[in-house]
């Protein structure tokens, strides 16, 4: 086990390069920007590629294209930046395509504010792509989760085929922690296909989560943003579609218990309840420490994944 002083930029990168992603396609932009420059130095260490492209739609399709090839691949990026992949996250949603995507976040709106911190948007994260979709987002609350939460996204994003976004600040971004970079963590690789290559179907419905070949393996599939059917090829029927939008929530709803984590302090007795997540949560706990000092019962729940919601345990918490 390794012990570091380092940033949570810096965790996010350590923590993709354990979870095996061997591709980072980025454009600069504040304050994810060291994030990527820590992807160019590590990559090429551990036999992976990094490439600076010319904006943020090309990063997110660059990421998608290396994803379809086998490659575990993600990008980072901040607000204005978020904003440009959300076509592209979209069409990685709807075709099933694993990615994780990094947005560390600032003010905003527009160029707003590149150098403070914000969390406008976790909005955005769930809606900002149009259409009926699940999504699955991450949100650490330091830098060692930082680490473990990188991986934890490149998990589940490989085991439900689906992008992941994994949402960050610029406090957490920037600030620097000892981290102890865990070796023995689990890394899940995505489900391949055992049926004959003609037989296959990359989005069979038998399955919640059909297996996933790669191109160049002799497997014939087509990928396409239109609705599609189980060849991938597009289709008008509204059963095909209704069933296909059915599956890809049924296969992120199903597994929520495995998918949902969230952290709670000082709530068995609380009669206040404070929600918060990221940088703020450390200040939450903080005013928390010094109310019950004052003999004022407060708790906190924080979210850890906040998409999909974790609205049945904070209603329990909130209830008991």
């Known amino acids: 086990m390794k012990e570091l002083v380092i940033s949570g930029n810096e ?14 396609a980025g454009y600069p932009i504040t304050p994810s920007t060291d994030l990527a420059e820590r992807m160019s130095y590590l990559l090429p260490l551990n036999g992976g590629v990094f490439i600076q492209m010319e904006d943020e739609l090309g990063s997110i399709s660059a990421i998608i294209g290396a994803s379809l090839t086998g490659k575990k691949s993600m990008t980072a990026t901040s607000g204005p930046g978020f904003s440009l992949m959300q076509e592209g996250l979209g069409f990685a949603i709807y075709s099933e395509i694993p990615i994780v995507v990094a947005d560390i976040e600032r003010v905003g709106p527009s160029t707003g504010i590149p150098t403070y911190p914000s969390q406008g948007d976790v909005m955005q994260a769930k809606w900002g792509t149009h259409g009926s979709h699940p999504i699955i987002a991450l949100y650490p609350s330091s830098v060692e989760e930082s680490y473990f939460l990188t991986v934890e996204a490149f998990n589940l994003s490989e085991k439900y085929r689906t992008p992941v976004v994994f949402l960050s600040d610029e406090v957490i971004g920037h600030m620097r922690e000892k981290v102890a970079l865990e070796e023995n963590l689990p890394v899940f690789e995505r489900i391949k296909p055992t049926v004959p290559k ?31 059917d189980e060849t991938g090829f597009p289709t008008s029927d509204p059963r095909k579609a209704e069933a296909l939008i059915e599956r890809l929530h049924r296969k992120i709803y199903k597994n929520i218990s495995d998918i949902l984590k969230f952290e709670t302090f000082y709530v068995d007795d609380s009669e206040y309840l404070i929600v918060a997540y990221g940088a703020t949560a450390r200040s939450a706990k ?30 329990e918490i909130a209830e008991g």
């Open 11 to 24: 965790a996010i990168a350590y923590g993709a390069i354990y979870a095996g992603c061997r591709f980072f």
């Open 286 to 315: 903080e005013a928390i420490v010094e109310l019950r000092k004052k003999g004022i019962k407060v708790g906190l729940f924080r979210p850890i994944t906040l998409w999909p919601s974790p609205e049945k345990p904070l209603k």
């Open 198 to 228: 003609e037989d296959y179907l990359p989005f069979d419905s038998k399955y919640d989560v059909p297996p996933f070949a790669n191109f160049g393996e002799g497997f014939h599939f087509h990928i396409t943003g239109l609705t599609h």
